[in-house]
């Protein structure tokens, strides 16, 4: 199999690295604007080649993209519409981390000319949205009605710092657009939009304790609208430490925030790069671990009898490779889903959301092995 990662960041690399791992990849090709070698990369670096290449360009991406099985991309989601539609032209199955719903349905509104040229597409297949959809739509399945769903997921870092108790582990911009755009949810079966950082819940987390939940955007992806009228309450919400809504709460009210322009002397500035620009610093802690924390948690009924399912899982840096927990829950799940697509596991052609078209077991056992383990308990409602 012959593989392009498009975008060389974090994700980027820990995807490409987990592609470089296995006997059956001939060879990956990492494209960005500054390629870089992933960290821990394979002893095969021979299967290995950078490629500078911008993504707003589409004869540039084309080439990339020229020979290749598989494109997975880890580029911003606003790319990510035109990066489907390229690679269904290029006759490549595709897959991205997504954020972005709106998008997603842009993409699926290709799925007859994906399935037309013989090609797989699965958007949103990160961690959050992604395994949270696929776990959902497993809930769903194991239940004969399901009467709530609850998601949630942080990237934490191991060793919290005030004020904000948190760390970089993907982009800046991506988190506070999930935290300034409203989420869809499903109360009573309906379809409703919950104002970010809104309907504080605290959870028990063994051996982290006290972590605190919110809405924010783009985690749900398409569940929603799948579920509509069959599902009473659904939601994603992000985890933090205690304390973080309340701040980013008011770092939103006193417009921070904010994408509109305010002068200042003579000079118009958007507060929000100035927000990012003045916060990144005191954010990314080189050298220091972070934590991915997971937990889906379905309510319903099965045979007559109340049930409750929870997922859970809780992921730490790996401390030989050097690759963050972040990295491994996302970027290898990108991973592995185009090893699944590449490998024939998942056949189903067209524009498919991670909840429809991807097998559970394989997911969650190509995970196990390596090293992301989510444990599964089922009791009495």
């Not at 799925?111 to 949270?132: N, W």
């Not at 970089?168 to 950082?197: C, H, N």
Request: glycine fraction near 10%; include cysteine.
């Amino acid at each position: 199999m012959r593989f392009l990662v498009l975008g060389g960041g974090l994700q980027g690399s820990a995807c490409a690295f987990d592609l470089l791992g296995q006997d059956d990849v001939e060879s990956v090709i990492i494209a960005d604007l500054r390629p870089e070698r992933p960290r821990a990369v394979s002893t095969d670096e021979h299967r290995l080649e950078l490629l500078e290449a911008d993504f707003a360009d589409e004869a540039q991406v084309r080439r990339a993209m020229e020979g290749r099985d598989v494109v997975l991309s880890a580029a911003p989601y606003v790319f990510n519409n035109d990066l489907a539609r390229l690679a269904i032209e290029s006759g490549c199955h595709y897959s991205d981390l997504g954020g972005n719903t709106e998008i997603v349905f842009q993409q699926l509104a290709m799925s007859d000319r994906a399935a037309e040229a013989g090609c797989t597409v699965i958007p949103d297949m990160g961690v959050a949205p992604g395994l949270t959809n696929l776990l959902a739509a497993e809930a769903v399945r194991r239940l004969d009605s399901a009467a709530e769903v609850r998601m949630y997921v942080g990237g934490l870092p191991e060793n919290p710092r005030p004020p904000l108790n948190y760390q970089i582990v993907f982009s800046l911009e991506g988190a506070i657009d999930y935290m300034t755009t409203p989420s869809w949810t499903l109360s009573e079966g309906r379809l409703k939009q919950q104002e970010p950082l809104s309907d504080l819940e605290l959870l028990e987390f063994e051996g982290l304790g006290t972590l605190e939940a919110f809405h924010t955007a783009g985690g749900a992806s398409t569940l929603p609208w799948r579920f509509e009228n069959r599902v009473d309450y659904l939601a994603y919400k992000t985890l933090r430490y205690p304390g973080h809504a309340q701040i980013m709460g008011a770092i939103r009210d006193l417009g921070l925030l904010s994408d509109d322009p305010v002068t200042v002397g003579r000079q118009e500035i958007v507060p929000r790069d100035v927000f990012i620009a003045a916060a990144t610093p005191h954010l990314i802690r080189p050298g220091e671990p972070d934590l991915v924390v997971l937990r889906v948690v379905a309510k319903g009924e099965r045979a007559g009898e109340p049930r409750v399912l929870t997922w859970n899982l809780v992921d730490r840096e790996d401390p030989e490779t050097g690759i963050t927990a972040m990295m491994r829950c996302t970027g290898f799940t990108l991973s592995i889903v185009g090893l699944l697509i590449g490998r024939g596991v998942i056949e189903e052609k067209g524009v498919l959301a991670p909840d429809e078209g991807i097998p559970y077991e394989p997911v969650v056992e190509e995970l196990d092995k390596r090293g992301v383990r989510i444990a599964f308990e089922e009791t009495a409602g």
